[in-house]
C-alpha cells in the first residue's frame, strides 16, 4: 500500500512558475512509475507525465512538453513536478499517481494503483 499526498497548488499569473510535490509513504516507492494527471470539472483525469523508477525514461502530454518537468528524489520518496510558462489552460486540480506493474499504456488513468488526493492550481490570466 502507498500512500501519496501532493503539495505546492496555489494562484499564479500566466507566464508564471509553480512547483508541485508529491510525498509517498509505504513500501516500495523507488520501484513504482510515478505520473501526474491533471482534471478540470466535467472531463476526464488527463495524463501530464510520467517518471520510471531510476528517472531515465520521462514522458510528456503534447500540451505540456517544454514547459513541465517531473523528477522524482527516491530517498525522500518525493516526485516533483516543475510547472513553467504556465497558461489559463492549466487550471486544474493536479493528482500524483503510482503504477507497481509498469503498464505499456503509461498515460491511461486506469492503469495507475494509487492517487493522491489532488492540489488545486489556477492560472489567471
Known amino acids: 500500500q502507498v500512500q501519496l499526498v501532493e503539495s505546492g497548488g496555489g494562484l499564479v499569473q500566466a507566464g508564471g512558475s509553480l512547483s508541485l510535490s508529491c510525498a509517498a509513504s509505504g513500501r516500495a516507492f523507488n520501484v513504482y512509475r510515478m505520473a501526474w494527471f491533471r482534471q478540470t470539472a466535467g472531463k476526464e483525469r488527463e495524463f501530464v507525465a510520467a517518471?520510471?523508477?531510476?528517472?531515465?525514461?520521462?514522458y510528456y502530454a503534447n500540451s505540456v512538453k517544454g514547459r513541465f518537468t517531473i523528477s522524482r528524489d527516491n530517498a525522500k520518496n518525493t516526485v516533483y513536478l516543475q510547472m513553467n510558462s504556465l497558461k489559463p489552460e492549466d487550471t486544474a486540480v493536479y493528482y500524483c499517481?503510482?503504477?507497481?506493474?509498469?503498464?505499456?499504456?503509461?498515460?491511461?488513468?486506469?492503469?495507475?494503483?494509487?492517487w493522491g488526493q489532488g492540489t488545486q492550481v489556477i492560472v489567471s490570466s
Open positions: 517518471i520510471n523508477w531510476s528517472s531515465s525514461t520521462t
Open positions: 499517481a503510482a503504477d507497481q506493474h509498469y503498464s505499456l499504456t503509461y498515460a491511461l488513468f486506469s492503469v495507475y494503483d494509487y
